[in-house]
C-alpha cells in the first residue's frame, strides 16, 4: 500500500501518463476513424475537443513545474540538458525521415539533402520544438531577470503581435501553461495540500463545478475556429484583430481550466483505484506510461500517417478507436522498452540519457 507521500510525489508522472494516454487516442480520432478521419469532421465530435482543449497545454505545464527544479543549476548546464533532451531527437529524426526518403526516391545530391532535412526539422515534432523554446525563455528571464513575473506576462501579453512563423507560434500556444506549471512548483508548498483535497468533502462541489463549467466551455465555445492549429496565435495576418485576439483568449482560458479538471480527474481515479484496492496496479501501469510518454509521443507521431492512409478502410466506431488506441500504446511501451535498454539509443532518439529511471521519472 503507499502512503501519502509517495502518492503526491507520484502524482505528476501518473497525471502524465493519463495525457499521454489521451493524446494517443486524440490521434487515434484523427487518423484512424475510418469516415470520420478521412472527411476532418473529428474537429466538432465533443470528446476530440475535450481532449484537445488541454492534452498538449497539460504537458507543457507539467514540464514547466519539473523545469523549476533545473533553475538551480547554471544557464549552460541548463541550456545543454535541455538541448540533449529535445533539441537533439529533433535532428535524429530529421536525419531518418531524410534518409528513408531518400531511400525511397532514389535521389541523392546534396542539395536535394539539406532542402530534404530542413523540410522534415520544420514540419515534425513541434511540441519538442515549442518545449525547447519555452525552456529558453525561462532561462533567460530566471537568470536575467531575476523571475520577473511581470517580464512573463508582459510576454504573453504580447505573443499575438509577433509572427507564428518558425515554431513561434506553437511556443506561444505552450508558453502560458509552461510558465503556470513553472510557478505552481515555485509555489508547491501552497498547491501540493490542493492535489489531494479530493479528499474532503467540502471540495466536491466545486470540482464538480470546474468539470461541468469545462464541458460547457469546450460545447459552446470551443469550435473549428477555436483550435490552435487551425487559426494560430498572431493578430499579423487576421483580417480582425479584435476577433483573433477573443479566439486566443478563449483558448487560453478553455485550456487553463481543462489543466484543472484533468488533474481532478486524475486525483478522482486514484481515489477509487485507492477505495477498490488496486492502487500499485494503477500507479504502476500510468507511472510506466509517464516514464515513456515521450517515447510513445514520437512513435505516436511517426505512425500518424500511416493511420491516415489506412482510416477509410477501418469502420471509426468508437469500439474500434478504443481497441486501437490499446493495442497502439501496448506497442508504443513494448518498444520504448527495448529502446531504452541502450543508452545512447534512448539519448538519441527520446532525449533520455540517464540510465536511472527513478531519477529520471523526475525529469523532463
Known amino acids: 500500500m ?3 507521500q ?36 473529428y474537429w466538432d465530435y465533443i470528446w476530440f475537443k475535450m481532449i484537445y482543449g488541454f492534452h498538449m497545454p497539460i504537458f507543457a505545464l507539467i514540464s514547466g513545474y519539473f523545469m523549476y527544479n533545473t533553475m538551480k543549476r547554471d544557464a549552460v548546464s541548463i541550456f545543454i540538458s535541455k538541448t540533449k533532451s529535445l533539441l537533439l531527437p529533433i535532428l535524429v529524426w530529421g536525419g531518418i525521415d531524410t534518409c528513408i526518403l531518400l531511400i525511397k526516391e532514389k535521389k541523392i545530391t546534396l542539395l536535394y539533402v539539406l532542402q530534404t ?14 518545449l525547447y523554446g519555452c525552456a529558453l525563455i525561462v532561462i533567460i528571464v530566471n537568470k536575467l531577470f531575476k523571475d520577473n513575473i511581470y517580464l512573463y506576462f508582459l510576454i504573453i501579453i504580447l505573443s499575438p503581435f509577433i509572427t507564428d512563423a518558425k515554431y513561434l507560434g506553437a511556443i506561444k500556444f505552450l508558453f502560458p501553461y509552461y510558465v503556470l506549471g513553472y510557478f505552481v512548483k515555485k509555489h ?19 470540482q464538480a463545478m470546474t468539470l461541468i463549467l469545462y464541458y460547457l466551455a469546450i460545447k459552446y465555445l470551443y469550435n473549428y475556429n ?16 479584435i476577433w483573433q485576439l477573443g479566439i486566443d483568449c478563449i483558448r487560453l482560458l478553455i485550456g487553463i481550466l481543462g489543466c484543472i479538471s484533468i488533474m481532478i480527474v486524475a486525483n ?31 512513435l505516436n507521431w511517426r505512425t500518424i500517417a500511416l493511420g491516415t492512409c489506412i482510416a477509410h478502410k477501418t469502420s471509426g466506431s468508437w469500439w474500434n478507436i478504443a481497441c486501437i488506441t490499446i ?17 545512447l539509443i534512448a539519448g538519441l532518439l527520446f532525449g533520455k540519457w540517464s540510465k536511472s529511471k527513478a531519477h529520471e521519472s523526475k525529469k523532463v
Not at 477555436?226 to 484583430?241: A, D, P, Q
Open 268 to 298: 478522482t481515479l486514484i481515489l477509487v483505484a485507492k477505495k477498490w484496492n488496486l492502487l500499485s496496479v494503477f500507479t504502476k501501469a500510468l507511472k510506466m506510461l509517464g516514464y515513456y510518454s515521450m517515447a510513445i509521443y514520437i
Open 117 to 130: 532535412y530542413r523540410y522534415f526539422l520544420g514540419s515534425s515534432l513541434w511540441f519538442l520544438w515549442a
Open 327 to 343: 493495442i497502439a500504446i501496448v506497442i508504443y511501451c513494448v518498444m520504448a522498452i527495448f529502446l531504452y535498454k541502450t543508452n
Open 226 to 241: 477555436t483550435y490552435f492549429y487551425t487559426t494560430g496565435i498572431t493578430v499579423l495576418k487576421s483580417e480582425n484583430v
Open 6 to 41: 509517495d502518492l503526491r510525489e507520484d502524482y505528476w508522472d501518473i497525471l502524465r501518463g493519463i495525457a499521454i494516454a489521451l493524446v494517443v487516442i486524440g490521434h487515434s480520432m484523427q487518423s484512424w476513424s475510418g469516415e470520420m478521419a478521412s472527411s476532418g469532421t
Open 188 to 206: 508547491n508548498h501552497r498547491i501540493r495540500d490542493w492535489l489531494c483535497s479530493i479528499e474532503k468533502r467540502k471540495t466536491y462541489f466545486g
Open 2 to 4: 503507499m502512503n501519502r
